[in-house]
């Protein structure tokens, strides 16, 4: 059973070239299983001119359809005009498993829906938490009932994140099956020589959006940063609140006390947490943070919203959780400035390793 | 610390716990659900129970205004009839405005002098600008049949009353909390549409600026008025409701039988099925709440 090698077709709107959690999940997850043998073959839409059968790191064979996204990245929803494309996949590749990613993209939804009706075993996973109450929700939820009704198992990325799954989509909770996202601890290792203590560096690195929590910043900034004189911040990011943090820093005049650094290459991001003491996150809904588990791996002491799937991330004492409100966070940075000389970097980049 | 397994799982299987790190735990499977599986979600914590007697007393409001609306329409067909003159429609319009300020007045805490000059100011502004427009109107719609004008002035009317906001009103008095939303000022656009339409069949020039006056008087300050009484006292509110409803249904009567009998039933429908209804499938509410819900802001956010 052990050398049984199996033939996946991982499927989501969400892969290179654009980068994100999910796009980096999936990739990720296809190196270590051609690392264990099996063969993978990926199966997304086309982006701009990357058309067609694309090859990839380690024999990794990526579907590029052409089909044009209309919605955040997502194929315009045809139920059965995917069936065709998707028949020629599995049965030119014998394909065994198919594996979709993320409730939100439609070409997960197709696919699982024509692989189950063909007989194939599926498995879907979860990445983010959704909602209940509003127009759009509602739908999606809808359509998750309807496409899980017969999945054969399903994969969340936190306990929360199970709930959350199990409540909008009616499975079995013995169905689903809790596996976190994990980092490669090779990639982020803490800086060779230790920082010094006489200035403390903050780093924020997420997209500076409203769900990320931007609006909390706004809040936050200039209160540590009056409170603390020795205190710095570099925020690394683009967005559609990158104005507002702009305008923060022009009104309370901290152009030398914050550094905004626009968007930040995945391939660089680790040089940047390399440069700070603390990380801090103020997202206002999270399924499980994993730039948590990167800063950890270089060695940062995290400062976090208590929302969704964080505090199952890290154990306490790497981690300092706040309330989203920014007297509680602010509070909670001077909780961990207070604890920072206890933290040694290369002791918590060997327990991050360790975890998975 | 998080993997102390020397210490305590000796004889006894640790505990399950709710975290992500530290691989599978040992005796428990990646799919285990524990008890504490769902033990934060709340459900219904924002849900009001509503009671029978105060959903009547509210949807009194709505069948008041609907009342209006049915008087509106009443004067526009005895107008168009010519059963009422121009004359006597001017006297209405006044005697209308005169009462609506009083009324006004003697609700309102806050009396002041200046605030009360204001409304009058603006008043007197909107009368005068209805005079100089009143002979645009009357040749507007001249190559428009009837049965067009009431056709579209009733998906007018009815889209108003849809639209409309029935707890607060668009013409807000100053002070007021809520900005008037998107539907309420689709409604009020689609009131004066209606008015106009109806103003643009009248002989004279004088007849169309007396219509418009009464019309617009009503759809715009009607709310207000009302509001204000609601305001100022329930009972008050309950009095005068049920007055509007029984001089309503008198002139109904004396005009059309079947549309008595129409306006009774939407009386009724209004006033005790539809609460009953609402009661019976609040029942079904499911409103869910737990850990995984997007965090809310407690401060605004001002650009």
């Not at chain 1, 989203?324 to 206890?342: E, F, G, T, W, Y």
Request: net charge neutral.
């Amino acid at each position: 059973m052990a050398d049984l090698k199996h033939r996946i077709l991982m499927v989501s709107d969400f892969f290179y070239p654009n980068f994100g959690g999910v796009e980096n999940h999936i990739y990720y997850l296809s190196q270590c299983l051609l690392k264990l043998g099996h063969k993978v073959v990926v199966l997304t839409h086309a982006y701009g001119n990357r058309s067609g059968v694309r090859y990839m790191t380690g024999g990794l064979k990526v579907y590029y359809v052409p089909w044009r996204p209309f919605l955040m990245q997502n194929t315009f929803p045809t139920i059965y005009g995917t069936f065709p494309i998707i028949r020629t996949i599995l049965l030119r590749e014998k394909i065994s498993l198919v594996h979709g990613h993320q409730a939100f993209s439609t070409l997960c939804h197709e696919t699982l829906m024509h692989a189950r009706t063909m007989g194939y075993k599926v498995v879907f996973t979860d990445h983010s938490l959704y909602g209940f109450a509003d127009v759009g929700s509602i739908h999606m939820n809808k359509v998750l009932q309807f496409t899980l009704a017969d999945v054969t198992r399903a994969i969340c990325v936190s306990h929360t994140s199970k709930e959350n799954t199990v409540l909008r989509s009616g499975l079995p909770p013995e169905k689903v099956f809790v596996i976190p996202n994990a980092v490669d601890t090779a990639m982020f290792k803490p800086a060779q020589q230790r920082l010094g203590r006489d200035e403390i560096v903050i780093v924020v690195i997420s997209r500076l959006v409203y769900r990320k929590g931007a609006d909390l910043l706004v809040e936050v900034i200039p209160e540590v940063c009056r409170l603390y004189p020795n205190v710095r911040f570099i925020v690394g990011g683009d967005g559609p609140k990158r104005v507002r943090l702009e305008e923060m820093r022009e009104k309370h005049s901290l152009q030398d006390r914050v550094e905004m650094l626009g968007a930040v290459p995945h391939a660089s991001v680790r040089s940047v947490l390399i440069s700070g003491h603390i990380f801090l996150n103020s997202s206002l809904t999270e399924a499980f943070c994993i730039a948590i588990l990167e800063a950890a791996s270089c060695g940062l002491l995290t400062v976090s919203t208590r929302v969704g799937g964080v505090p199952e991330v890290l154990p306490d004492d790497m981690i300092v959780l706040a309330e989203p409100d920014p007297s509680d966070m602010v509070h909670a940075i001077r909780k961990a400035i207070s604890i920072l000389p206890n933290i040694d970097p290369q002791v918590m980049h060997d327990r991050v390793s360790n975890f998975h | 610390m998080d993997m102390n397994f020397t210490a305590d799982s000796s004889l006894a299987p640790s505990r399950w716990r709710k975290v992500a790190y530290g691989g599978m735990q040992p005796g428990y499977d990646d799919n285990h659900t524990d008890e504490t599986f769902l033990e934060d979600m709340v459900m219904n914590a924002n849900v009001v129970k509503r009671n029978m007697l105060k959903v009547m007393q509210d949807s009194v409001s709505i069948s008041q205004y609907l009342c209006i609306v049915f008087l509106v329409v009443l004067v526009w067909i005895y107008t168009l009839r010519s059963t009422l003159n121009e004359n006597s429609l001017l006297l209405l319009d006044i005697s209308l405005l005169g009462s609506g300020f009083i009324i006004l007045v003697l609700t309102e805490e806050m009396l002041s002098l200046k605030r009360l000059w204001n409304y009058i100011l603006n008043v007197s502004f909107f009368t005068t600008g209805l005079f100089v427009l009143a002979p645009i109107y009357q040749t507007l719609t001249r190559s428009i049949s009837s049965d067009s004008i009431w056709a579209v002035t009733i998906s007018l009317l009815l889209l108003h009353l849809f639209l409309h906001d029935y707890s607060g009103s668009t013409i807000r008095p100053s002070g007021a909390l809520k900005n008037p939303n998107l539907t309420s000022c689709i409604s009020l656009n689609a009131s004066i549409v209606a008015s106009v339409f109806i103003a643009s069949r009248l002989p004279s020039r004088v007849h169309v600026f007396a219509t418009m006056l009464f019309s617009l008087q009503i759809f715009l300050f009607a709310p207000l008025v009302t509001y204000c009484i609601k305001k100022y006292s329930f009972r008050l509110h309950l009095l005068f409701s049920l007055g509007l409803m029984a001089v309503t249904l008198t002139f109904v009567y004396s005009l059309h039988c079947l549309l008595f009998v129409l306006l009774v039933g939407i009386l009724i429908f209004v006033n005790v099925v539809c609460p009953y209804w609402l009661i019976r499938i609040q029942e079904y509410k499911f409103e869910i709440n737990g850990p995984w819900d997007e965090a809310k802001l407690c401060f605004d956010i001002t650009d």
